[in-house]
């Protein structure tokens, strides 16, 4: 018996994965969630045998996490580093949807400002300026670095210190207020640097050959993290008896548990625009090349109830050309192309069901979708009438719009000075549509298709054919026109996207999701099967025109390379101009964010005080915002926040100042206004919210109004216009009250 219990123990543990996750083991609390999807069989329940291992402090965490079979990490946003470096990680799912990072001076009562910091010469440890959001936070204030008294000092909880450190709010700050040491926090968040907290991660080479086993790893990690912080008593009863390493009391994982409780991510999804502001903070600080972010991280698809129930109940009938090579063309008695290989890799994702009727007439194409006869079409692009009878997925690839000539041609600059020529396009086809619209004078020859537009170009019938690059380089070398060449471009650029029949909606949103997280590698393999660009010179056997058409090119490398660097000068421009605007503008709403109100609110009040001139404030919130979302869900109350700051913009005057406060807070500096005329404002914002339709939401807002005293600072000011605000909501919301 003991014999046969043996036998199936071994045969138990040969057949789950063994896995190691590897972590920085100075914060205890902050991994609960893996501690806990570990003790209560999380991994174990989804044949995972997992090992929790400290990593060393001097070894490379990314490397081990590389070179090793089954390993996961736990790291920040200093991530995106090694991903510009193309490291072979995937970036799994945040856990804290933002950092609790935070830029801390101890006994430094002069501080008040970030800008003091430089100006006092206060000691600074020298970790601070190598972490890339606090660097940005600096920039943004233009602080420079090299004017900080940088040294290589670490704070020590037993030691009256005096410096700035870069802590966790979740653990230093403890010991900064049980001890009650003075301290004044500078966060980079609210500097509009929003940097995601633990971000999961593994190999690709994991990714790439146990897909099954990452999706356990997530979802029982998941599992863990709601677990470990809906039973906070629970867990740290866990680290204290098997994991305190550290020798941490239970006060202090009780203060890192209730700090961290905010900052976990609700949806473990990543914000892909998040990550990408994330991203031009490391390439413009470190200087770094740019990577493909869509290639590094792991976003799965997640469809509504309506898009799941759409597609177990729908089979979509596809329609297609077969004579818009390289995107629809009949290969080996089958149905290929570049819109073919998107469709069946939407197809394999999403696992739509789906027929396909071949016609070689797209005005049928056209026809079927407008009388919903067929579903969808793989590639066309947005045109007015188009969009009377069709919707439209966003754009798979992008390509100019582009001339064909025979060889004697030179070069076309300009399409008008083609008036007096014919030129052949598709009837009804995209380039047709513009022409018309565009150069009306041109003599357009309307043909069946592109195959017939370069035939008669050929044979000198008509001056040029007109069609997109891909199209028109592949024909040329697919049948051999050597008399052919490309010869200029038109101002337009074609996005090629699906067409689907108006009334389905869902279809549209599913494959715009597939469009928004499908691999970069996966286009590119696309492209290269089917585009290869042979350069038709017909100077071989002229030895002079060779040594021309080489100058030719070496010009046009310099060329080339003076843009690139043009470019990148711009590039840099446009970055640093971005890090200013993520330290003052409110990503949501786009108006001002608190950080920069409150500087707005400071430069109003002194100026009142030296020129004696006056300024009121307004500010409001909305009425049962809380009601609104839990109803109607985050994204409709986001939607509510944008349309309000839009609405409040076209009231107010361009000297005003508009910013939100918080949440659904908002606040109104007006320069130059008496009391009486800001309470004026305030009624008329007050109605004007109260008619407006919010998509067939009822929404009012609740106002304070007062006007800026001598002896006013920013805390005195706002501290009343507060109470206004309360004192309206206590009599019955919808109201403004004046103090």
């Known amino acids: 018996m003991k014999l046969f219990l043996l036998f199936f123990s071994f045969l138990y543990l040969f057949a789950i994965d063994t896995i190691t996750i590897q972590l920085n083991w100075k914060y205890q609390f902050e991994f609960a969630g893996i501690i806990m999807a570990k003790e209560k069989g999380f991994y174990k329940k989804r044949g995972l045998n997992v090992y929790i291992k400290e990593y060393e402090k001097n070894k490379d965490l990314i490397k081990s996490i590389i070179n090793n079979e089954g390993y996961y990490g736990v790291g920040e946003s200093n991530l995106i580093s090694y991903i510009l470096e193309k490291k072979p990680i995937i970036l799994l799912m945040p856990i804290y949807n933002s950092s609790p990072l935070t830029l801390t001076t101890i006994n430094a009562p002069n501080i008040k400002t970030l800008k003091d910091i430089e100006t006092t010469h206060i000691p600074i440890d020298e970790l601070s300026i190598k972490n890339p959001s606090i660097v940005a936070m600096f920039k943004s204030q233009k602080i420079d670095i090299n004017k900080l008294n940088i040294k290589d000092i670490s704070f020590d909880k037993n030691k009256t210190q005096k410096g700035v450190f870069t ?3 979740s653990n230093e700050i403890y010991y900064l207020e049980k001890n009650h040491i003075p301290y004044i926090s500078f966060k980079p968040n609210d500097y509009g640097f929003d940097f995601y907290g633990d971000i999961f991660f593994t190999s690709k080479h994991e990714i790439e050959n146990h897909l099954n086993r990452v999706k356990s790893m997530m979802e029982a990690t998941k599992e863990g993290y709601k677990y470990a912080f809906s039973h906070i008593d629970e867990t740290i009863d866990t680290i204290l008896k098997k994991y305190n390493t550290q020798n941490l009391t239970k006060d202090k994982l009780l203060y890192e548990a209730n700090t961290l409780r905010k900052y976990l991510s609700k949806t473990f999804r990543f914000d892909l625009n998040k990550l990408k ?6 390439v413009l600080i470190d200087d770094k090349h740019n990577s493909n972010l869509k290639d590094y991280i792991y976003m799965p698809l997640y469809f509504s109830k309506n898009e799941k129930e759409f597609i177990r109940t729908h089979l979509i009938k596809a329609i297609s050309t077969y004579s818009w090579e390289p995107f629809n063309l009949i290969k080996d008695n089958k149905l290929e192309g570049i819109a073919i290989d998107y469709w069946s890799y939407i197809k394999k994702e999403t696992n739509l069901k789906s027929t396909c009727l071949i016609t070689n007439n797209w005005n049928e194409v056209l026809n079927r979708i407008k009388l919903k006869q067929n579903d969808i079409t793989c590639s066309t692009t947005i045109t007015a009438d188009r969009k009377k009878y069709a919707l439209f997925s966003k754009p798979y690839v992008s390509f100019p719009i582009v001339i064909a000539t025979r060889n004697d041609v030179g070069f076309i600059n300009d399409l008008s000075l083609l008036k007096d020529k014919i030129i052949a396009v598709g009837r009804n086809y995209t380039a047709e549509q513009l022409l018309k619209k565009h150069y009306p004078s041109l003599k357009l020859l309307e043909v069946k298709n592109v ?13 040029g054919a ?9 024909k040329i070398n697919k049948y051999h026109y050597a008399n052919l060449k490309i010869s200029g471009k038109t101002p337009w650029t074609f996005d090629v996207r699906f067409m689907i029949r108006k009334d389905y909606p869902e279809l549209v949103s599913i494959i715009n999701k597939v469009i928004d997280i499908m691999p970069n590698d996966k286009k590119e393999e696309i492209y290269r099967k089917w585009i290869s660009v042979h350069l038709q010179t017909g100077y071989s056997n002229r030895y002079i025109k060779k040594i021309i058409l080489i ?17 990148n000068i711009i590039k840099k421009n446009r970055l640093e101009k ?8 409110d990503k949501l709403t786009s108006i001002f964010n608190r950080y920069k109100i409150d500087m707005a609110l400071n430069e109003q009040i002194e100026i009142t005080k030296r020129y004696n001139r006056p300024m009121s ?6 009425d049962h915002f809380k009601k609104i979302n839990d109803t109607y869900g985050h994204k409709v109350g986001d939607f ?17 100042i508009f910013g939100r406060w918080g949440g659904e807070e908002f606040l109104i500096v007006l320069p130059e206004t008496s009391l009486d005329k800001a309470v004026q404002l305030a009624e008329k914002l007050r109605k004007v919210v109260e008619e407006y339709d919010f998509g067939n939401i009822s929404l009012t807002i609740s106002l304070g109004v007062t006007e800026c005293k001598n002896e006013d600072n920013l805390n005195s000011i706002i501290s009343r216009v507060d109470k206004l605000l309360y004192e309206s909501k206590k009599n019955g919301r919808n109201k403004v009250s004046v103090g």
């Open 466 to 474: 007109v069609d997109i690059l891909p199209v028109i380089a592949y």
């Open 451 to 463: 195959d017939e537009a370069l035939r008669l170009v050929s044979k000198g019938k008509v001056y």
């Open 167 to 169: 802590f966790y709010d």
């Open 617 to 622: 404030i307004i500010f409001f919130d909305i």
């Open 578 to 585: 971005d890090l200013e605007n993520l330290a003052t503008i």
């Open 277 to 282: 502001t994330i991203k031009s903070v490391y």
């Open 640 to 656: 509510i926040l944008i349309e309000l700051a839009k609405l409040i913009n076209k009231n107010i005057r361009k000297s005003d």
């Open 551 to 567: 100058s030719v090119i070496i010009v046009a490398i310099f060329v080339i390379l003076i843009i690139f660097l043009i470019r």
